[in-house]
Structure formats: structure tokens, C-alpha cells
């Protein structure tokens, strides 16, 4: 038995993601780099307000 | 989106864990080499924090303590 979505022209080999479904991935990749970025500068806010660091 | 084609052709499941190792590989060698390089990440991190250390240092120079008496004699010595 084969699989079904082999033979699906608007997906790409290796992976076998289409486009748009690449591109939502892509999407949610950044969306937690950028929460990622927002925690960690709060995170060096802090230290830098309550530790010697660059004093 | 740019760049997001390149999931078409970079599996997620070798990429994804690849971009997030890396991340928390670099952050951790950063904050290693921030221990291990400077006195004051230590130091603070065992209780001690800029004013404090200040103050002692200040009670040391206040004190005014003589020098060791191995140094006194070996410096009478030298005369």
C-alpha cells in the first residue's frame, strides 16, 4: 500500500511539505524566537538593574 | 514569509532540533565563560553584590593592619 501523499504534485521531496505548510512552520518557528527574545531581554533587564554586571 | 521555503528541502525534525540545540548550546557556553572569566558573576552569585565588597574593602584600608611579621623581619634584615 502506498502512501497517498507521494503522489501530490504541490509537495516537495525531501521533506514532503508543500509550500504553505512550510511556510506555517516558518511561521511559528519565528513566532517562538521572537517570545524567546522578549523573555530573555526582560531577563537581562533584570540583571543588569539588580547585579554588578557592567557597573 | 522569507525563508520559509527552506522546510521544503531541510527536514523539520533534523532542522528544528538543530536551530534550538544551537541556541542553548551558545547561550550556555556564554554564561559558562561569564563564571569562569570574571570575579564579580562569582562572587555575587554567593551572596556577595558591589556595596558589600566596597565596604570591605573600605574597613580593610581604614583598619590600617601592619604588614606580616615574616615581611617586617625580612624587611629589618635587609638593612
Known amino acids: ?55 | 514569509m522569507i525563508y520559509g521555503k527552506v522546510w521544503l528541502h531541510v527536514k523539520p525534525s533534523v532542522g528544528i532540533p538543530l536551530f534550538l540545540g544551537a541556541v542553548a548550546v551558545t547561550s550556555f557556553a556564554v554564561h559558562v565563560a561569564l563564571v569562569t572569566q570574571t570575579t564579580w558573576l562569582k562572587r555575587y552569585l554567593n551572596g556577595w553584590n558591589a556595596s558589600k565588597t566596597a565596604q570591605i574593602e573600605q574597613d580593610v584600608a581604614q583598619a590600617n593592619v601592619p604588614p606580616p611579621v615574616a615581611l617586617a623581619s625580612t624587611t629589618r634584615n635587609s638593612q
Open chain 1, 1 to 55: 500500500m502506498s502512501d497517498p501523499t507521494a503522489s501530490d504534485p504541490s509537495r516537495v521531496w525531501p521533506t514532503g511539505l508543500t509550500e504553505p505548510e512550510a511556510q506555517e512552520l516558518h511561521r511559528h518557528l519565528i513566532q517562538g524566537t521572537q517570545i524567546f527574545g522578549i523573555i530573555s531581554a526582560f531577563a537581562h533587564l533584570l540583571a543588569y538593574i539588580y547585579s554588578p554586571w557592567l557597573k
